[in-house]
């Protein structure tokens, strides 16, 4: 009896609403100054923010730094992130909030390719960010939802791309940003536009640069073209001022959000004493290095970095080391360690060490130029997400894990996906090996 009686009071509800739509106007509850759909200048800021937190914040960046030793964990979850236990409540946010990003960047792409209104420069714009979205996302969890992913009620279980297919996308992302940047019509400008103040040359150099970072990603599984890597680079980033990266700012609500963990997790994580002693022993760039309110990277209004020009010399001079130009390694390498000084503000007072970097590149050869070159990566690469990146395919530093006789390579996959989509879910945990790890 409670069935029926509710039967028809749906039934009710739905003959009423249809007679009423015969003679009530529909657009009468319409409200003008609502958007009917979104835009371009809505989405974007949004989109750009939410890369930088997400990116730059404690789950990515944070928990990497943790495990490259870096940083230290020291209380509460840290402690055991420190000793390499990842659970997988621990990753929903960020597995989440990447995927949210996304969904949203991907409806910018589609809004700036639709046939009323091609803006070829904000798709080209949307698909660096897509790129570099993805590469952060299967570097730390291996194979990931794309191909049926970003349809949100239409499929809510999604099958795994492999991480071999997501470098595909990855690589065809930035060949199609790189055509659209050059495009010579556009309807809608990209703005606005944190990170590049709307220029898309700007966005065009940094899809360069990502697309050679991206396949010296694969130095360990493949034979790279370094020619073809270092043409990528020369169309890239030529100078610090061209840095890809996303501003915060002064008020609680702008914070960097490493500032902002500082400030809301007081002594969950420290500077790690092995990195401040072995690594940045006598090194200029030792005191702005630090997980402090006063750190480089940490300071309340620190921009968080995507892609570097700084990097991008440290990529040119791996990859000039592995096609056999030592020379033009050693070159490169110097002029990436005075980049670097240079980032970070503390080139004066620095040529009696720079004098002594120089004399130890110029002996260095072979195995040990490379060690060096990836060794001083890696302390420019200070809380971001590549130093994790290059530990696992090169095996520089050599560090020595803090728990077992393994260092981590893999997060677990997120409790939101093992309940609700566990079919598909890749069977994976802290030491499963990705694809492009040797």
Not at 54 to 72: E, R
Request: negative net charge.
């Amino acid at each position: 009896m409670k069935n029926i009686k509710i039967y028809l009071s749906i039934l009710f509800i739905a003959l009423v609403m249809t007679s009423c739509n015969k003679w009530i106007d529909p657009e009468i509850n319409t409200n003008p100054d609502a958007l009917s759909k979104p835009t371009v200048s809505i989405l974007l800021p949004g989109i750009e923010a939410g890369m930088g937190y997400y990116i730059g914040g404690v789950d990515l960046a944070g928990t990497q730094a943790v495990w490259v030793q870096q940083l230290k964990g020291t209380d509460r979850q840290f402690k055991a992130i420190d000793n390499y236990v990842l659970r997988e409540s621990d990753t929903d946010n960020l597995w989440g909030s990447i995927y949210d990003v996304m969904n949203d960047n991907k409806i910018m792409i589609d809004l700036a390719e639709n046939a009323e209104n091609k803006s070829p420069h904000v798709a080209g714009a949307g698909k660096v960010i897509m790129a570099l979205l993805l590469g952060n996302l299967t570097d730390a969890f291996g194979d990931i939802p794309y191909t049926e992913a970003l349809k949100g009620a239409e499929n809510l279980t999604p099958t795994y791309d492999s991480q071999e297919s997501i470098y595909n996308a990855i690589f065809d992302l930035l060949d199609q940003a790189i055509s659209d940047l050059q495009s010579a019509t556009n309807t809608i400008s990209i703005s606005p536009d944190y990170i590049y103040g709307g220029d898309p040359g700007a966005w065009l150099k940094a899809a360069y640069t990502l697309k050679a970072r991206y396949m010296m990603h694969l130095t360990a599984i493949s034979s790279v073209d370094y020619n073809a890597v270092i043409a990528n680079l020369d169309n890239g980033l030529a100078s610090i001022d061209d840095d890809m990266q996303q501003p915060f700012g002064q008020s609680s609500a702008e914070n960097n959000p490493m500032f902002q963990f500082l400030q809301q997790r007081s002594g969950y994580i420290d500077s790690n004493l092995g990195f401040d002693t072995v690594f940045m022993n006598g090194d200029p760039r030792r005191d702005v290095l630090q997980f402090s309110a006063s750190g480089f990277w940490t300071q309340k209004d620190a921009p968080v970095a995507f892609v570097q020009y700084t990097e991008a010399l440290f990529i040119k001079a791996e990859a000039l080391y592995r096609s056999g130009n030592e020379d033009g390694a050693k070159s490169t390498l110097k002029d990436a360690i005075r980049s670097s000084l240079t980032k970070y503000g503390v080139m004066d007072g620095a040529d009696s060490w720079l004098a002594n970097m120089d004399t130890a590149i110029d002996a260095a050869s072979g195995e040990g130029l490379l060690g060096m070159i990836m060794t001083e990566k890696y302390k420019h690469m200070y809380l971001q997400t590549e130093a994790f990146v290059d530990l696992r395919r090169t095996g520089y530093p050599n560090l020595t894990p803090t728990a077992g006789n393994k260092l981590p390579s893999h997060y677990p996959y997120p409790t939101s996906e093992t309940s609700y989509n566990k079919d598909n879910v890749p069977d994976a945990g802290v030491f499963t090996k990705m694809w492009w790890m040797p």
